[in-house]
T-cell receptor, first 115, second 116 residues
Framework: DQQVKQNSPSLSVQEGRISILNCDYT??????FLWYKKYPAEGPTFLIS?????DKNEDGRFTVFLNKSAKHLSLHIVPSQPGDSAVYFC??????????????FGKGTLLTVNP | DADVTQTPRNRITKTGKRIMLECSQT?????MYWYRQDPGLGLRLIYY???????NKGEISDGYSVSRQAQAKFSLSLESAIPNQTALYFC???????????????FGEGSRLTVL
């Protein structure tokens, strides 16, 4: 039972254009969502997060949108740069940071930004 | 130096052998985790620990055990390795940040394990 779904294994965009990575979730208890970026031979690194009390969070070129009614979130990167080429993981947690905490990851989307 | 260090970075072993992957951190975080990454399956949680006396199973703990030797050290053991445990293993840490929900995880660089 996959609770966090990234249905696009890969995405290719041109440099300067917008990249949109999508994520769907099934567990209505999830209340905090994160995006991680992973380069080959490195561990994942935190990119941006959003709490369920918000519908948008922005950090420079990166914006995450949350649609709770649709159980959907998306990561927008604009403008896309070749250095953004990496695997992006969507992750979700429920119950705040307490004893019920667990971070569940999607399968990842490989983003390729072409010069 | 990396804040989360995993050893070994690469290991090839044979079926039935005992393997230990070690993780140490200098971030001062109480919470530590072991994840496994397989192609097409993303990151799956094996075990996690919220402090030295706390050990919890994740979604795929069968065939694995862990030890939290100190706040800074968390090791993962495969008592009798099998080929389908061939994967990339990540250690991660986090602090407790209720204002941000779960708090972000900080990952090590990974340990690639091949079981022949």
């Amino acid at each position: 039972d996959q609770q966090v779904k990234q249905n696009s294994p890969s995405l290719s965009v041109q440099e300067g254009r917008i990249s949109i990575l999508n994520c769907d979730y099934t567990n209505s208890m999830f209340d905090y969502f994160l995006w991680y970026k992973k380069y080959p031979a490195e561990g994942p690194t935190f990119l941006i997060s959003i709490s369920s009390i918000k519908d948008k969070n922005e950090d420079g070129r990166f914006t995450v949108f949350l649609n709770k009614s649709a159980k959907h979130l998306s990561l927008h990167i604009v403008p896309s740069q070749p250095g953004d080429s990496a695997v992006y993981f969507c992750a979700a947690s429920a119950g705040g940071g307490g004893s019920n905490y667990k971070l569940t990851f999607g399968k990842g989307t490989l983003l390729t930004v072409n010069p | 130096d990396a804040d989360v260090t995993q050893t070994p970075r690469n290991r090839i072993t044979k079926t039935g052998k005992r393997i230990m992957l070690e993780c140490s951190q200098t971030k001062g975080h109480d919470r530590m985790y072991w994840y496994r990454q397989d192609p097409g399956l993303g990151l799956r949680l094996i075990y996690y620990s919220f402090d030295v006396k706390d050990i919890n199973k994740g979604e795929i703990s069968d065939g694995y055990s862990v030890s939290r030797q100190a706040q800074a050290k968390f090791s993962l053991s495969l008592e009798s390795a099998i080929p389908n445990q061939t994967a990339l293993y990540f250690c991660a840490t986090s602090d407790f940040a209720p204002s941000r929900g779960a708090g972000e995880l900080f990952f090590g660089e990974g340990s690639r394990l091949t079981v022949l």
